[in-house]
């Protein structure tokens, strides 16, 4: 049986194994709440070049929620733990991209940040997470979305696999 912890220690021990990667309070912020029916755990990532997905690792662990036989969440002592960029940070991301993802002519493409952003029709992009090593496929979506969703979609998820470059923000 796992020792009970309450999310105020969940959060302090995230914080640690945080910190022992060398992300501080600067990049990383870690806050615990207590509800009527259980608790949270907030993590919100204030640098754009920490990986979500290595911190969603790192948090996913302390998640507790009972579930029913049929899956239902069950009322009571569930402690949920939440990753998330910070928004203003991201917000301030969105722009500069979506700058270049608005210039481009129909046919045209640009590689930033690992995704390759082609536009096929004035609000039409098909946007593909580039192959980061030979066992890795990528991944592709194709929409019609403008120019300013097309950079949340390309900013996000080179973010969350920690793509994002430095000299292309």
């Given at each position: ?57 790192i948090a996913e662990g302390f998640s507790r929620i009972h ?103």
């Open positions: 049986m796992e020792k009970w912890m309450s999310a105020k220690d969940k959060a302090a021990a995230i914080r640690s194994i945080l910190k022992g990667k060398g992300w501080g309070s600067k990049e990383i912020s870690v806050r615990s709440e207590n509800f009527s029916m259980g608790s949270a755990v907030n993590v919100t990532i204030k640098s754009p070049w920490i990986a979500k997905k290595v911190v969603e690792e579930r029913d036989e049929s899956g239902e969440i069950l009322s009571g002592s569930n402690c949920y733990v939440h990753v998330n960029y910070d928004s203003t940070m991201m917000n301030a991301m969105y722009k500069p991209v979506e700058e270049k993802i608005a210039a481009l002519s129909v046919g045209g493409y640009l590689v930033i940040h690992g995704m390759q952003v082609a536009r096929l029709a004035p609000n039409s992009f098909e946007i593909t997470r580039l192959p980061v090593n030979e066992d890795d496929v990528g991944h592709g979506m194709r929409n019609e979305w403008n120019a300013a969703c097309a950079s949340h979609i390309v900013i996000g998820e080179a973010a969350h696999h920690g793509l994002l470059e430095k000299a292309a923000a």
